[in-house]
């Protein structure tokens, strides 16, 4: 986990360089919906990291306010916990206030800060069960990290298929997606988060402005495919 953590480190840090370069702008992503990996437990929301070599050190966090890069690297996390469902039933974020945690409060303010939104989102949306998640994608360009990180949830008792999608290129990526299932799903929206750069933060010092940016919008019923923004994070939402 450490070697993984490191990797993918690296390559977000390394991303400013390879901006320059040219990703080519297709994936594919299969589903089975039918293929359940095990039942998602929500205890590994609450707090999910602490003692992980560098993902605190040089790593996901710095002394300074997390950025964008760290809110891409905790939803990749979040992908890879989820991943493995069957196994993982709590994990721990350090504190969620103050110091190293997604909100920062002074005496006369208060901030979420970038890795906040990933959090919660997940934590809306991520829920049931994790699918069997095939993604095929390029790598960035002299990095061993995939463009497109994904898994998918499904939600029985709220008829929802979620597929959470982590697009760490500097470009966008258009996937062809395809879902196995027993039945028929329809796309029904899209919520996209993204910031105004890589190394944007919402600080104490300017309360009252944050740099992440999210918007749903909606997708056509027959829609089987999506083109996802550079340095995002999406939730494609199906219904059945």
């Known amino acids: 986990m450490r070697k993984i953590a490191f990797i993918l480190l690296f390559a977000l840090a390394g ?7 040219t990703v080519p ?5 299969h589903v089975c919906a039918d293929e359940s990996t095990g039942e998602i437990s929500p205890y590994i929301y ?3 990291i602490e003692y992980m070599g560098r993902c605190i050190d040089g790593g996901i ?5 997390p950025c964008w890069r760290h809110a891409l690297a905790t939803a990749w996390f979040l992908n890879a916990i989820i991943r493995q469902a069957n196994i993982v ?4 974020w350090a504190q969620m206030v103050n110091i190293l945690a997604p909100i920062r409060t002074s005496d006369d303010a208060s901030v979420c800060q970038t890795v906040f939104y990933p959090l919660r989102e997940y934590r809306k949306r991520a829920l049931g069960e994790a699918l069997v998640t095939q993604v095929q994608a390029d790598r960035l360009p002299g990095e061993n990290v995939d463009v497109l990180n994904c898994v998918a949830t499904l939600d029985r008792s709220r008829r929802t298929l979620t597929l959470c999608v982590v697009n760490v290129s500097p470009e966008s990526v258009k996937a062809d997606i395809r879902i196995t299932s027993w039945q028929q799903v329809h796309q029904n929206d899209a919520t996209i988060l993204t910031a105004t750069g890589l190394d944007a933060q919402n600080t104490l010092t300017d309360p009252g402005r944050n740099v992440v940016r999210m918007r749903k919008v909606p997708i056509r019923k027959s829609a089987d495919d999506f083109t996802f923004p550079a340095e995002s994070i999406v939730f494609l ?4």
Do not use: C, E, V, W
């Open 15 to 21: 991303l400013a360089r390879a901006q320059q370069a």
């Open 25 to 29: 702008a297709t994936a594919r992503i």
């Open 46 to 48: 609450g707090q999910f």
């Open 61 to 65: 966090y710095d002394p300074a306010s």
């Open 89 to 92: 039933k709590m994990a721990n």
């Open 237 to 240: 939402t199906y219904r059945f």
